[in-house]
């Protein structure tokens, strides 16, 4: 009989430790992702542009008072495409201070052929390929597709 006590308290403990420890995590969570700069008031726009050209183009920019900026220039092209005959090729970027206190600073350029590439500090940028598969890859790319050749079967 004393055994079953014994078992059963050390359970009840368990379960009561394992709730304190559930519940004070929850409350950190909620602490830490709650936001940490709530604003009531609007942010001011310090300046802001917009200018349509008639060749189809156009340029905009904006800065708040709070420290973000914004601008992009779109240029009217000629396109590779037959289909289309001309696209709007982008460049701009946009800077504002991250929560930690760092400052940001994103630019872009949007082509037809080249997509949509972005730089800055804070883009993550991918790992080195190891030497190894590098050279895998590179023998892989010397060798003949595996559709050229064969018929459909």
Not at 25 to 50: D, F, R, W
Request: net charge negative; aromatic share 6%.
């Amino acid at each position: 009989m004393t055994l079953i006590v014994v078992l059963v308290v050390v359970v009840v403990v368990v379960v009561v430790c394992t709730l304190i420890i559930l519940v004070s995590a929850l409350c950190h969570a909620l602490t830490t992702a709650a936001p940490q700069q709530v604003t009531k008031e609007p942010i001011a726009i310090v300046s802001y542009n917009n200018e349509i050209r008639p060749e189809g183009g156009y340029q905009w920019s904006y800065e708040t008072a709070n420290g973000i900026k914004a601008d992009e220039i779109g240029t009217l092209v000629k396109s590779n495409d037959p289909e289309n005959g001309e696209v709007i090729e982008a460049e701009g970027g946009y800077s504002y201070t991250g929560p930690e206190g760092v400052p940001v600073n994103i630019r872009y350029v949007a082509t037809a052929n080249g997509g949509f590439v972005a730089t800055g500090d804070a883009i993550p940028v991918a790992p080195p390929i190891p030497e190894a598969i590098q050279r895998a890859l590179d023998y892989l790319a010397t060798l003949p597709s595996t559709t050229e050749g064969r018929g459909r079967r």
